[in-house]
């Protein structure tokens, strides 16, 4: 089985680490071909994939798309669509497609409501992506956070804030969870169609907890609690758009369909994970 992977960022090495450990061919696009040596795969560059997309057995893309649209369509649609030896496409996208629900639930079946610009272009990318006549999974993912990309890393350097803002909460996704998943998505019998998967914990958290959480299995005193009203002129652009909007997330089918359960169903799980290997891994 040959698996092209379009962009080998945080997440897209997890993926390639995870196929690779499960017998799958990995090529995968990448702007640093050092990578080639660290993970064991080939690296090619994005300008350079055609022979790759003829080989593939599965494609799958984590490039976000851009005020031009989806980069990986733009060039590759045709080829992807003539490739002889494909029958699975995922594409990795967001659950902010879903919108402000004003802190209601919505799952697999809801439909996308997007609110920004931004989301508005994944769900133009979703759409390119549905296109194709092989089984396609869309993968919504909610907050990453895993090794290296943790609240432990904004509290070590005095960026952590216990934003206070009553019942907004946000789902999150561990990065082995999200590798988790699409290797169950590859390894099971292709779909028909389109399959919409969810990636997110199963506790909705507010911020704030995580906060407190991520200092106490540090030994240190949490930041001070500050008002959303007090923080929001601070933001960036892009954390005011997170905050615009509050919905709680389920999973519940995309679990049930690939058949597993997440390693970290909450922040506290994952937390504790994360911690653990940064110690493993810390000199003597």
Do not use: C
């Amino acid at each position: 089985m040959n698996l092209l992977i379009f962009g080998l960022g945080y997440t897209g090495r997890a993926i390639a680490k995870a196929a690779l450990a499960a017998g799958f061919a990995v090529t995968a696009t990448s702007r640093a071909p050092k990578l080639q040596a660290q993970l064991g795969l080939r690296i090619i560059p994005f300008g350079g994939a055609e022979g790759a997309i003829a080989a593939a057995t599965h494609i799958l893309s984590t490039a976000a798309p851009d005020e031009q649209g989806d980069p990986v369509l733009a060039r590759y649609a045709q080829d992807i669509a003539a490739a002889p030896n494909l029958r699975w496409i995922g594409y990795l996208s967001t659950t902010g497609v879903y919108g402000d629900r004003g802190g209601a639930w919505v799952d697999e079946d809801s439909l996308p409501t997007p609110g920004s610009d931004r989301t508005k272009r994944r769900v133009e990318a979703e759409q390119g992506w549905m296109k194709f006549r092989v089984a396609v999974d869309i993968f919504r993912l909610a907050g990453i956070y895993g090794p290296g990309r943790s609240m432990f890393d904004d509290l070590r350097t005095g960026q952590g804030r216990r934003v206070i803002k009553p019942g907004h909460l946000f789902g999150r996704i561990h990065r082995d969870d999200i590798a988790q998943a699409v290797l169950a998505a590859m390894h099971r019998a292709p779909l028909p169609g389109v399959n919409i998967l969810n990636l997110v914990d199963d506790e909705p958290a507010a911020s704030a907890d995580v906060v407190v959480e991520a200092a106490k299995l540090l030994g240190m005193e949490p930041p001070p609690p500050v008002n959303f009203e007090d923080a929001l002129p601070k933001m960036s652009p892009m954390a005011k758009t997170f905050w615009a909007e509050n919905r709680k997330v389920s999973a519940t089918k995309t679990k049930a369909a690939l058949g597993i359960s997440w390693k970290y169903p909450t922040y506290r799980e994952g937390l504790r994970a994360i911690l653990a290997e940064e110690r493993l891994q810390a000199p003597a």
